[in-house]
T-cell receptor, first 114, second 115 residues
Framework: ETGVTQTPRHLVMGMTNKKSLKCEQH?????MYWYKQSAKKPLELMFVYNFKEQTENNSVPSRFSPECPNSSHLFLHLHTLQPEDSALYLC?????????????FGSGTRLTVV | AQSVTQLGSHVSVSEGALVLLRCNYSSSVPPYLFWYVQYPNQGLQLLLKYTSAATLVKGINGFEAEFKKSETSFHLTKPSAHMSDAAEYFCAVTFSGGSNYKLTFGKGTLLTVNP
């Protein structure tokens, strides 16, 4: 148990489907993050939330829609995705203004778009 | 702006040999530095971190890293590689002060351990 739980672990969806990824942490952290990890590419930061307010959106296409109802939960709503969106989606959390303690990551959701 | 550079996208060692994974950083203020490990289809797990205390930091699984300000480096070492060390390793940096909430990651180094 890493302290950050992501569900589902695996997801296969068609390009016309709508699905959601869920992330939950009970570490008392204030910041939460979505990352995309594609094969042979660096980690891509998608969104940052601090105390449930979005502080960063790295030009992510609108087919990805984040939601952060409170500091413990983070969602990523997916719709009309493309095959190139297939990747490992990682959620992380941290405490404080500078993430000086580092991130705690979830185990990720392996997404395949068919 | 802060950045990290990991030299070598792929490092291959024999079991029992020294592991050395290189990381150099760029930061205009004192950094906090981290090494993470990722096994296939898993999230990233914190190996160790430097937060301005001792310059030699010991982590889990026998790894350690030394912060060298003069060289702007934070290389990861392990005296004797084990097959279970095969994974991808990421160096990351953030800095004291400011409120940017996030780490900057290197591109990762894939470690292969040969029997």
């Amino acid at each position: 148990e890493t302290g950050v739980t992501q569900t589902p672990r695996h997801l296969v969806m068609g390009m016309t489907n709508k699905k959601s990824l869920k992330c939950e942490q009970h570490l008392g952290h204030n910041a939460m993050y979505w990352y995309k990890q594609s094969a042979k590419k660096p980690l891509e930061l998608m969104f940052v939330y601090n105390f449930k307010e979005q502080t960063e959106n790295n030009s992510v296409p609108s087919r990805f829609s984040p939601e952060c109802p409170n500091s413990s939960h983070l969602f990523l709503h997916l719709h009309t995705l493309q095959p190139e969106d297939s990747a490992l989606y990682l959620c992380a959390s941290s405490q404080g203004e500078t993430a000086a303690g580092g991130y705690t990551f979830g185990s990720g959701t392996r997404l395949t778009v068919v | 702006a802060q950045s990290v550079t990991q030299l070598g996208s792929h490092v291959s060692v024999s079991e029992g040999a020294l592991v050395l994974l290189r990381c150099n950083y760029s930061s205009s203020v004192p950094p906090y530095l981290f090494w993470y490990v990722q096994y296939p289809n898993q999230g990233l797990q914190l190996l160790l971190k430097y937060t301005s205390a001792a310059t030699l930091v010991k982590g889990i699984n026998g790894f350690e890293a030394e912060f060298k300000k003069s060289e702007t480096s934070f290389h990861l070492t392990k005296p004797s590689a084990h097959m279970s060390d095969a994974a991808e390793y990421f160096c990351a940096v953030t800095f004291s002060g400011g409120s940017n909430y996030k780490l900057t990651f290197g591109k990762g180094t894939l470690l292969t351990v040969n029997p």
